[in-house]
Nanobody
Framework: HVQLVESGGGSVQAGGSLRLSCAVS????????MAWYRQVPGQQRVGVAA??????????AYVDAVEGRVTISQDNAKRTVYLQMNSLKPEDTSMYYC?????????????WGQGTQVTVS
């Protein structure tokens, strides 16, 4: 049974840091693409960062808005994906979701967690 559980969100002041965690069960993250997305009410869910261990040896990618401030990583033994966010800005305020792509990064068959709220003031 595939399950993704996000945690680590909260309220911080601008310039602060948060580390989001996505604990998974039902599959091994080392074989797949994992990603973090974010969504604000009334807008589309957008990708923030991805780490692809399926064929690209853990290559990472980031959206321009967070490049240099955010790091995605994973701990295969703990089956957990992390999103370290530094120098947070008010525009980073959003619900953050963890995504698992069983086929390839960005495919329509993603599985999602329930989300964790990040609020930056």
């Amino acid at each position: 049974h595939v399950q993704l559980v996000e945690s680590g969100g909260g309220s911080v002041q601008a310039g602060g840091s948060l580390r989001l965690s996505c604990a998974v069960s039902g599959f091994r993250i080392r074989n797949y693409c994992m990603a973090w997305y974010r969504q604000v009410p009334g807008q589309q869910r957008v990708g923030v960062a991805a780490i692809d261990s399926s064929e690209n040896a853990g290559s990472t990618a980031y959206v321009d808005a967070v490049e240099g401030r955010v790091t995605i990583s994973q701990d295969n033994a703990k089956r957990t994906v992390y999103l370290q966010m530094n120098s947070l800005k008010p525009e980073d305020t959003s619900m953050y979701y963890c995504a698992y792509f069983p086929s390839y990064c960005g495919s329509s068959t993603a599985r999602w967690g329930q989300g964790t709220q990040v609020t930056v003031s």
